[in-house]
């Protein structure tokens, strides 16, 4: 059977959605209302969530592990996330957030097959090198089906993102080059990456040393150089998160993909999700064969 890594990009297509509405889900913003955070905005909350699992982890681990965002805007958050509520009560309130979440998102609609799928899944996802997975691997698997299909979509969301890291690294691209280098190939409007907390200058600055290195026309739009760079990323990513999906093997991959469709349905059906974001993610797209 040929391999087929560009299948790793399109089941992240389907899956991510239905992890990151908890990132706009007013349940999830209540419980961290609950938990004493500034709901306002959603970074205080965010920080929390997603680092809960590295412990009482401190602002440059945070940053390290996170990558694109500023040191600057990470220390704003961590170690003061702590302050609120400690890591074992934010993973405690983040089942909670999730069961509430997908509780009135899925009205009845049985996940479990596609559960057992995306576990299986994400079981088969080393975590070598990889530390925000292998934290969430860490965790007790939870008993619900529903928020077994949250947690192993984490779990591979993660490890596709600490893979995805690698290949920033090894192409030489730094936290906010990456992002100059992504917004450059029309992945988003510039001012979409705004929220990683870069300044003006800062952006300014990367783009310059992108310029000077063949990247980036003056006007911040990639050559064809640059384009071919991100392409070699993507394609690196792919490469590094293919191994659960080889494993789980291509008739459970497009089941479970199936399975999601009617949940990713749902998730856009909400409205919550943002019609631009960094990711780059924009749209359902075919099965690569």
């Given amino acids: 059977m040929a391999e087929n890594p560009a299948s790793a990009r399109w089941m992240w297509h389907q899956l991510e959605p239905l992890h990151a509405l908890f990132w ?51 220390a704003d958050h961590v170690p003061a996330a702590w302050a609120v509520a400690s890591p074992d009560r934010v993973l405690a309130a983040r089942l909670r957030a999730v069961d509430r979440m997908y509780r009135t998102l899925l009205d009845g609609l049985d996940v479990s097959e596609a559960a057992d799928l995306a576990r299986a899944a994400a079981e088969a996802a080393s975590t070598a090198g990889r530390p925000i997975a292998a934290a969430n691997a860490d965790l007790p698997w939870p008993d619900e089906p529903h928020l077994v299909l949250w947690h192993a979509i984490g779990i591979l969301r993660e490890q596709r993102g600490d893979g995805h890291v690698a290949a920033l690294l090894t192409a030489g691209l730094d936290p906010v080059e990456a992002l100059v280098s992504f917004a450059a190939v029309g992945a988003a409007p510039v001012e979409t990456f705004a929220s990683r907390g870069w300044t003006d200058d800062e952006w300014s600055a990367a783009r ?17 150089r640059g384009r071919e760079l ?39 059906e909400t409205g919550l999700m943002p019609a631009q974001n960094t990711l780059g993610i924009g749209k359902i797209e075919a099965p690569p064969r």
Avoid: N, Q
């Fill in 24 to 74: 706009y889900s007013p349940e999830v913003f209540a419980e961290a209302e609950t938990l004493g955070y500034d709901v306002r905005e959603r970074w205080p909350s965010y920080f929390a969530w997603r680092a809960a699992p590295l412990g009482a982890a401190g602002p440059r681990t945070v940053a390290a592990a996170f990558y694109s965002f500023s040191p600057r805007m990470v």
């Fill in 208 to 224: 310059d040393r992108l310029a000077s290195r063949g990247l980036v026309l003056p006007d911040g739009t990639a050559t064809d």
């Fill in 230 to 268: 991100r392409d070699s990323v993507e394609r690196t990513t792919d490469d590094l998160a293919y191994e659960p999906w080889r494993t789980l093997g291509p008739d459970k991959a497009d089941r479970l993909a199936e399975l999601a469709m009617p949940v990713l349905v749902k998730v856009l």
